[in-house]
């Protein structure tokens, strides 16, 4: 995206797929010291967990069992994550994105469309992902701060 952040996109795919929709670009004005990011509720449910901050699919031998996935978007060689992750947070996206579809197939929460979550949250960070209300919340940073 180049230029001034648009008030509102009506066009149906770049809603749905790319998660152009109103709360990725309030997350952009957002301070970067927010504790809260608002994105897509792609798959419902709540569960605290860490952060594991991932930028590429070849960092995937570092995620663990139980954390909360963290990454710009997913593809289908992402869906290995799935099998052991307990939530899976995305800059980008929509309802028709990988990332939501395999997140409801296995019945764990996802965000979707947040724009930020890999600028503000960091690997070891406790959150709180609520699915059904598209809500990031960071909880403690993993230096013990508040």
Not at 7 to 12: A, I, L, N
Not at 108 to 135: M, N, Y
């Amino acid at each position: 995206m180049v230029g001034t952040l648009p008030e509102r996109v009506d066009d149906p795919v770049l809603i749905e797929i790319f998660g152009m929709h109103h709360q990725y670009f309030e997350n952009l004005k957002t301070a970067a010291d927010a504790t809260v990011l608002t994105g897509f509720p792609a798959s419902g449910g709540t569960v605290e967990g860490r952060a594991r901050v991932l930028l590429s699919a070849e960092q995937l031998y570092d995620l663990e069992e139980g954390e909360i996935l963290v990454c710009e978007a997913t593809s289908p060689n992402w869906t290995p994550a799935f099998a052991i992750i307990s939530a899976c947070v995305c800059d980008g996206g929509g309802s028709l994105t990988h990332a939501a579809i395999v997140s409801r197939e296995y019945g764990i929460p996802c965000v979707v469309g947040t724009s930020v979550a890999t600028a503000r949250i960091r690997t070891g960070d406790l959150v709180e992902v609520d699915g059904t209300e598209g809500r990031v919340s960071i909880l403690e940073r993993a230096d013990g701060s508040g």
